[in-house]
């Protein structure tokens, strides 16, 4: 059980380290270097960041299980 534990621990781990800041930093990035309009940035982001929540939720909901998992291990 001690490496079921470790692996899962260590999944957890890296689910908790998920951080979508630097993705949608290089998106705005990309934009403004591309020359897009602020309003049009604006409308791109605001969309980006409605799909991006969307996955977010399953990471969150993924780190939920595992971490669920690792509290009944022990």
């Known amino acids: 059980m001690k490496i ?5 621990q260590h ?5 908790k ?4 800041y630097p993705v949608y930093k290089a ?3 990309a934009m403004t270097e591309a020359g897009i309009q602020n309003s049009v940035r604006t ?4 969309k980006f960041q409605e799909a991006f ?4 939720k399953k990471v969150s ?3 939920d299980w595992v971490d669920t998992l690792i509290n009944d291990i022990e």
């Open 53 to 56: 929540s969307e996955q977010n």
């Open 27 to 29: 998106l705005i990035d």
């Open 61 to 63: 909901d993924a780190k």
């Open 11 to 15: 999944v957890s781990g890296i689910l």
């Open 17 to 20: 380290s998920f951080d979508g």
């Open 4 to 8: 079921q534990k470790k692996c899962l």
């Open 43 to 46: 409308k791109i982001s605001n």
